[in-house]
């Protein structure tokens, strides 16, 4: 298990060993073909900070050598936003006094029609983490209703146990995302004082429980903005080289949310710059060349039109992130504000003009 090697690790040391690297330790990442975690370290560094443009090229050269001139399009889709947990960075915490839905049967085809009728292919469904709302049986009747509708069917929820994957994998599922938020552990409880969410280690071992239940893929990431963000990144980067050295039939994903503004917002403890997630978004490609990169409609047009060609392999765009939003319930609150507000048809434009080829779909689960 990852805890395992999780707990061999202290936070503060992990931290001072970033910020200690010189301009000597960043050269040598750059130069090392096989790198390592150390050299992850450097390149994250504030050291690192004057080759931003050769580590930019070096990830643009990496990126097209293994993906090509393709960019993968998905759309997330809301199905509810009931919550048990208090989360003090997410619009439907349960200490939020907000209007809660889930979709029917009837509501979800609605917005399956809608997002089928922009050319997508692959689809993540999102739910608040409320077991006795959306669970398991929610989760297997929606997805065993789209099914036929997407080639690629993912989801972002709550933590699940493991024959609970190996249910939903049978019934149609291709992959799942579930971000720490934070590996700091003490800051994490602090974020999540109550619900099921606030139990650190189950959360920490649900890659676990998803590579041993054989699901293709799995996402991973931390919530940039509730701790710093180059030891949040350590420790994903630690997560997901554990991952592919022990389940190693698995594909694997990167994702990069920066906190947003939502109702009752929460302010960053440590700011992410621009620069600084374009520099951490590099450092993943010189440690990886295969692992999938990310990108949400939480980050800003400019930003996103600049960042596509240097490593990212996935963009999602017009994305709602309240359930209906697409046809149903419009003005039903959000979980957080999106930055691009492009249309579907605007960022498949930009993408194309920069040489890109926009791929709907790569792959099919056939059952």
């Known amino acids: 298990m990852f805890q395992e090697l999780f707990d061999t690790y202290n936070w503060d040391e992990t931290l001072k060993s970033i910020y200690a ?24 560094s504030p050291a690192a900070a004057p080759f931003l443009e050769e580590m930019a090229q070096l990830s643009r050269m990496l990126t097209k050598k293994r993906f090509g001139n393709t960019i ?31 979709l029917s049967d009837k509501e979800i085809l609605q917005e399956v029609a809608y997002i089928k009728s922009k050319g997508y292919d692959h689809i993540l469904l999102v739910t608040g983490e409320a077991n006795t709302t959306v669970e398991v049986a929610y989760l297997e009747n929606a997805i065993q209703l789209i099914r036929s509708h997407f080639s690629n069917i993912t989801i972002e929820v709550q933590p699940l ?9 049978s019934s149609g599922l291709y ?21 099921k969410k606030s139990n ?16 293709h893929k799995i996402g991973l990431g931390a919530l940039f903005g509730l701790e ?16 592919q050295k022990t389940y190693w039939k698995t594909k694997y994903s990167i994702s990069f949310p920066r906190l947003r503004p939502h109702s009752g917002g929460l302010e960053p403890k440590v700011a992410m710059t621009d620069p600084h997630l374009v520099q951490l978004i590099c450092a993943y490609r010189l440690l990886d060349e295969d692992v999938e ?20 392999t996935s963009i999602s765009a017009e994305s709602k992130t309240n359930p209906g939003g697409y046809t149903v319930e419009k003005q039903s609150l959000e979980q957080f504000e999106i930055s691009d ?15 890109l080829e926009v791929v709907w779909k790569d792959w099919e689960h056939y059952l």
């Open 341 to 355: 507000e492009r249309s579907t048809e605007a960022v498949t434009e930009m993408l194309k003009a920069q040489g």
């Open 72 to 102: 993968q399009m998905y759309s997330p889709m809301y199905l509810s936003n009931e919550c048990q947990n208090i989360c003090t960075y997410c619009g439907f915490s349960l200490t939020n006094k907000i209007p809660r839905r889930t």
């Open 200 to 215: 650190f280690d189950y959360r920490l071992a649900t890659p676990d429980r998803l590579g041993k239940a054989g699901v």
């Open 21 to 44: 690297k010189t301009t000597r330790d960043v050269r040598n990442a750059l130069d090392n073909p096989n790198r390592n975690l150390e050299d992850f370290k450097a390149l994250i």
């Open 161 to 169: 146990d493991q024959e609970d994957y190996e249910l939903l994998k």
């Open 293 to 312: 990169l990310s990108i949400s409609t939480r980050e800003s047009e400019i930003f996103r039109n600049h960042i596509v060609n240097l490593g990212i």
């Open 228 to 243: 710093d963000w180059r030891a949040d990144s350590f420790f994903t980067a630690l997560h997901l080289k554990y991952l």
């Open 175 to 195: 992959a799942v995302l579930v971000y720490q938020e934070t590996y700091h552990r003490d800051e994490y409880k602090k974020h999540h004082p109550k619900g």
